[in-house]
């Protein structure tokens, strides 16, 4: 069993930062990259950010490069994600997903995640 759990959401207006949590427990001995994804209501999930199994590769997508930083501490089984200079076209609801065990690349597909989260809400007013 594989659980995640994010935390950090939260209300904040136009221009303010935040900082996201995923905190991984159970089967975490293997090597896995992680990934960040959103939903806001009425679209599709979408990729925000994914980073290797190292740590030493991230993507993006377009809409939160230069905004937003992942990373990851292994030894904390814990990813971040620093979105600074928020917009309200960021407000929704916020998953963090992994892939299997010895999956160690990024990949942009939701299909891709078997696991995830229950989400944390980030609404950002104008």
């Known amino acids: 069993q594989v659980q995640l759990v994010e935390s950090g959401g939260g209300l904040v207006q136009a221009g303010g930062s935040l900082r996201l949590s995923c905190v991984a427990s159970?089967?975490?001995?293997?090597?896995?990259?992680l990934g960040w994804f959103r939903q806001a209501p009425g679209k599709e999930r979408e990729f925000v950010a994914g980073i290797n199994w190292s740590g030493g590769s991230t993507n993006y997508a377009d809409s939160g490069k230069g905004r937003f930083t992942i990373s990851r501490d292994n030894a904390k089984n814990t990813m971040y994600l620093q979105m600074n200079s928020l917009k309200p076209e960021d407000t929704a609801v916020y998953y963090c997903?992994?892939?299997?065990?010895?999956?160690?690349?990024?990949?942009?597909?939701?299909?891709?995640?078997?696991?995830w989260g229950q989400g944390t809400q980030v609404t950002v007013s104008s």
């Open positions: 159970g089967r975490t001995s293997s090597s896995y990259a």
């Open positions: 997903a992994r892939r299997p065990g010895g999956y160690i690349g990024i990949s942009y597909s939701p299909s891709d995640y078997p696991y």
